[in-house]
């Protein structure tokens, strides 16, 4: 049990957590590069961008070259907190003081862009990245994949992920998966289960991930028997269901008034000791005010975390 002094000293630390002290702005050129980017870093990720950004001015002020690290962690600083146009003014003036952005200063920008909706900016970027003789990364291009299918830009999704295939770029099991959610959403779900197929010909093996967003896409569109096929599948294929995988199809079931289904699928469920999420609880909740039945299956199951 805690002694009263250790409670007190606890109190005091929620109430005056430590700060972690910027250093004297006129002394910074007696600091090592990683010191003042460790500052910088650490400003920036507790959301003071202001004292990041006065420390990153005077750095420059008193004529210390910065390198591009530097130059991406205040970068990245402004894109995390939505700051995005003061980000791009950040990479203006690398480039205006000669430091070359690298494919990791391209792929912040680019996510930045493409979470906040402005797609077309990230592409533009991301041609800019080509021509400046940068070869975008993975995660470049998942991101510019992602903003693209989430942005409804699905045909300029296919025509990225054909470029990354004629490019000779090796395919993945994620820029696959990325690119059939976007088709699903978007109603191509005809595509989607071409593309999902295709996976297994590239000699890639279908994860939970990319089996979770097929049943969905079916469900979406009310296909449930298709979908009950391929839980099925999935697992005489050796990937095991998810609770994730059991929530989509239960739902599906239940939406589509299949209730006698859904019940033999929340009883697979609970014996697999799988919890069922908001919106099947809130389903269940509903469907047990006229069936007592759906009661005591909703009392059989791990409750929603």
Known sequence: MATKTQRCLSSLSRENPPRFSSPNPEKTHLLAPNKFQSYIRHQCKSGELDEAAKL???????GIELNVYSYNIMITGYCKNWKIDEAFRIFKEMKFQGCKPSAVTYNILIGALCQSGRVRTAQKMFSEMHACGLSPIFSTYAVMLDGLCKNGHIDDAIALF???ESNKHKSSIEL???LIDGMCRTGR??????MFDEISN??????VVAYNIMLGGLCKKGMLLEANNLLIEMEEKGCLPNSISFNIIIQGFLREKNNCKAMNLLEEMRRRNFTPNEAVTSMLIHL?????????TLESLPDPV
């Open 56 to 62: 990153f001015g005077s750095i420059a002020d008193q």
């Open 162 to 164: 054909d470029s990354l």
């Open 176 to 178: 696959f998966s990325i």
């Open 189 to 194: 779900l005809e595509e989607a289960r071409n």
């Open 202 to 207: 590239k000699g890639l093996v279908l994860d």
């Open 288 to 296: 047990a005010m006229e069936d007592s039945r759906f009661l005591a």
